[in-house]
């Protein structure tokens, strides 16, 4: 018999987008081929996927993999690789880089440092500014540009759009979707004066709920206005949740494992700065309110937000510490450990993962196993008990908030473009990941 399939994943529990079903899925030329029953015969590599569930691809649309600029916390090589490893097959990168990504060149220096580094998939938010208006305008035959990032409340990097008409322009003008990071920065300076020094429990007092509502009913107001797409990026509060539920026509919303999985006090009395981030997780009336929106719809998105830093800028006193979390390689992971303790359906998960950030974004040929789709695929054992620590963290900074965390489900090899990325919880030392097509 002919070779047909350059790779089969046989008798895989394979979710078809009504749910799962035990199948093969024959792949050639980096796309799939079949999905059926097909004779392992019938290609010469053959991975045996029983006992596991097959998903499309996971894509984790919020990282900052620091480079240009940090290559001491992180690097596309590195970061790319620990997606890989927690089974994400593409990454969305954010442009706070040194220098910003706010313009043509340093997009391209982007794409051009990428290529034939990356492990996984990758696109590139364009930064915005409030002098960069013209270059907007253009981003939508920009190849390789997920959207633009704005952000309206200062974090870390320089990048700020503060003026309410320049927010209001560069909504009314991108002819792609503007990702927001949702923080008043009015409200931000003004309330500095909450700050303990010492005290990384204030960091939560100070970036309030108050600073996120303010901002999130602003940037909403002028999607509305001017009938464009916003994607609010690390929603955190209970507050917004109640108010996007309902202010849904022109806006998508994402939340992150950290806020799903930590709260506040206890995760700045267990961790101290190891939790701070921007903005920062709230306490146990807002965590379960994110899971409500989670549930019910409002939530469309989970984004891990990785932001590292190195382990000595985070354990500086409060608040010269840092703020971000890794979280590209934990994402996942975390996910599946949720998905096992029934706080969601895996069908849920892939829904948030994997489906809705091609619907959002326009990723073409991914987010599905179907025939002539990109063969993008994460593999996973719902029933692995794993133990994340720092030692297995491939980011170059090397540590996790979640480190001598149990769970259990783990992502356990990853597909990219057809190819074998990792294959039990194993990188293959080459790189595959290409940019992808909107």
Same mark, same amino acid.
């Given at each position: 018999?002919?070779?047909?399939?350059?790779?089969?994943?046989?008798?895989?529990?394979?979710?078809?987008?009504?749910?799962? /079903?035990?199948?093969?899925?024959?792949?050639?030329?980096?796309?799939?081929?079949?999905?059926?029953?097909?004779?392992?015969?019938?290609?010469?590599?053959?991975?045996?996927?029983?006992?596991?569930?097959?998903?499309? #691809?996971?894509?984790?649309? @919020?990282?900052?993999?620091?480079?240009?600029?940090?290559?001491?916390?992180?690097?596309?090589?590195?970061?790319?690789?620990?997606?890989?490893?927690?089974?994400?097959?593409?990454?969305?990168?954010?442009?706070?880089?040194?220098?910003?990504?706010?313009?043509?060149?340093?997009?391209?220096?982007?794409?051009?440092?990428?290529?034939?580094?990356?492990?996984?998939?990758?696109?590139?938010?364009?930064?915005?500014?409030?002098?960069?208006?013209?270059?907007?305008?253009?981003?939508?035959?920009?190849? #390789?540009?997920?959207?633009?990032?704005?952000?309206?409340?200062?974090?870390?990097?320089?990048?700020?759009?503060?003026?309410?008409?320049?927010?209001?322009? =560069?909504?009314?003008?991108?002819?792609?979707?503007?990702?927001?990071?949702?923080?008043?920065?009015?409200?931000?300076?003004?309330?500095?004066?909450?700050?303990?020094? #010492?005290?990384?429990?204030?960091?939560?007092?100070?970036?309030?709920?108050?600073?996120?509502?303010?901002?999130?009913?602003?940037?909403?107001?002028?999607?509305?206005?001017?009938?464009?797409?916003?994607?609010?990026?690390?929603?955190?509060?209970?507050?917004?949740?109640?108010?996007?539920?309902?202010?849904?026509?022109?806006?998508?919303?994402?939340?992150?494992?950290?806020?799903?999985?930590?709260?506040?006090?206890?995760?700045?009395? @267990?961790?101290?700065?190891?939790? @701070?981030?921007?903005?920062? =997780?709230?306490?146990? /009336?807002?965590?379960?309110?994110?899971?409500?929106?989670?549930?019910? #719809?409002?939530?469309?998105?989970?984004?891990?937000?990785?932001?590292?830093?190195?382990?000595?800028?985070?354990?500086?006193?409060?608040?010269?510490?840092?703020?971000?979390?890794?979280?590209?390689?934990?994402?996942?992971?975390?996910?599946?450990?949720?998905?096992?303790?029934?706080?969601?359906?895996?069908?849920?998960?892939? /829904?948030?993962?994997?489906?809705?950030?091609?619907?959002?974004?326009?990723?073409?040929?991914?987010?599905?196993?179907?025939?002539?789709? =990109?063969?993008?695929?994460?593999?996973?054992?719902?029933?692995?008990?794993?133990?994340?620590?720092?030692?297995?963290?491939?980011?170059?900074?090397?540590?996790?908030?979640?480190?001598?965390?149990?769970?259990?489900?783990?992502?356990?090899?990853?597909?990219?473009?057809?190819?074998?990325?990792?294959?039990?919880? @194993?990188?293959?030392?080459?790189?595959?990941?290409?940019?992808?097509?909107?």
């Amino acid at each position: 018999m002919s070779i047909i399939y350059d790779l089969i994943i046989k008798n895989g529990n394979c979710f078809t987008g009504k749910g799962f /079903e035990e199948l093969d899925i024959g792949i050639r030329n980096n796309k799939i081929l079949k999905v059926g029953i097909i004779p392992k015969e019938n290609g010469d590599n053959v991975v045996n996927a029983k006992g596991l569930h097959v998903i499309p #691809g996971a894509i984790d649309t @919020q990282v900052h993999f620091r480079e240009p600029g940090n290559p001491d916390k992180e690097d596309l090589e590195s970061g790319s690789k620990a997606a890989v490893l927690g089974g994400i097959t593409a990454i969305f990168e954010m442009p706070n880089t040194n220098p910003t990504t706010d313009n043509f060149e340093r997009f391209n220096d982007k794409l051009k440092r990428a290529k034939g580094r990356m492990y996984c998939n990758y696109a590139f938010y364009f930064g915005a500014t409030e002098n960069n208006l013209d270059l907007i305008k253009r981003v939508e035959t920009l190849e #390789g540009c997920c959207g633009v990032k704005m952000f309206v409340g200062s974090s870390t990097g320089t990048l700020l759009v503060k003026k309410n008409e320049a927010i209001e322009a =560069i909504i009314k003008t991108s002819p792609k979707v503007v990702a927001i990071h949702s923080e008043d920065d009015d409200l931000l300076q003004i309330k500095k004066k909450l700050i303990k020094e #010492g005290d990384v429990r204030t960091h939560s007092i100070w970036r309030d709920v108050e600073v996120a509502i303010t901002s999130t009913k602003k940037v909403v107001k002028f999607a509305n206005k001017h009938h464009k797409k916003i994607h609010i990026l690390h929603v955190s509060s209970k507050d917004e949740m109640v108010f996007l539920k309902d202010n849904k026509k022109y806006v998508t919303v994402e939340t992150t494992p950290q806020f799903l999985t930590l709260f506040a006090p206890d995760c700045y009395e @267990q961790l101290g700065t190891l939790a @701070q981030m921007n903005p920062p =997780i709230r306490s146990k /009336e807002h965590h379960d309110a994110l899971w409500v929106g989670l549930l019910n #719809g409002t939530v469309d998105v989970l984004g891990s937000d990785h932001a590292p830093h190195t382990l000595t800028e985070k354990k500086k006193k409060y608040p010269e510490s840092p703020s971000g979390l890794t979280g590209v390689q934990t994402m996942l992971p975390l996910m599946l450990d949720h998905v096992n303790n029934r706080r969601l359906s895996l069908e849920k998960l892939v /829904e948030l993962i994997s489906i809705n950030p091609c619907r959002i974004f326009g990723i073409k040929n991914r987010g599905q196993i179907k025939e002539n789709f =990109i063969a993008d695929l994460t593999l996973i054992d719902m029933n692995l008990n794993f133990e994340i620590t720092n030692k297995w963290i491939a980011s170059r900074c090397g540590w996790t908030a979640f480190d001598g965390k149990k769970i259990k489900g783990m992502p356990v090899a990853t597909i990219i473009n057809g190819n074998v990325a990792s294959l039990d919880m @194993q990188i293959i030392d080459k790189k595959f990941g290409d940019k992808l097509i909107f």
